[in-house]
């Protein structure tokens, strides 16, 4: 079974930076696409960023662009996100998903596993 657990999420004020870590288990991690996702309450969870297997390729929600990276370490199982200039629209619960497929996509669809979620809270 698959596990990915999130970490990391918090309260911050409006500029300010976190970065959120997925711990994936298993021997899968390596070949499988990561992304991050979020929701805010009373809206569709949305795409926020992917990144291939391999690391050479991410994708981001132009929301994000500029101010959000993402990366992994397939050594030690872990996805990462650095969230920097956070605004409070930025406030939602952030899950961290694998996909099979190893590209860096947008669609939840693509994604077959997700962790439960951290909440980020931005003030203003």
């Known amino acids: 079974q698959v596990q990915l657990v999130e970490s990391g999420g918090g309260l911050v004020q409006a500029g300010g930076s976190l970065r959120l870590s997925c711990a994936a288990s298993?021997?899968?991690?390596?070949?499988?696409?990561m992304g991050w996702f979020r929701q805010a309450p009373g809206k569709e969870r949305e795409f926020v960023a992917a990144?291939?297997?391999?690391?050479?390729?991410?994708n981001y929600a132009d929301s994000v662009k500029g101010r959000f990276t993402i990366s992994r370490d397939n050594a030690k199982n872990t996805v990462y996100l650095q969230m920097n200039g956070l605004k409070p629209e930025d406030t939602a619960v952030y899950y961290c998903?694998?996909?099979?497929?190893?590209?860096?996509?947008?669609?939840?669809?693509?994604?077959?596993?997700w962790g439960q979620g951290t909440q980020v809270t931005v003030s203003s």
């Open positions: 998903a694998a996909a099979r497929m190893g590209l860096a996509g947008a669609s939840r669809d693509e994604y077959d596993y």
């Open positions: 990144i291939s297997w391999s690391g050479g390729t991410t």
């Open positions: 298993g021997r899968f991690f390596s070949t499988h696409a």
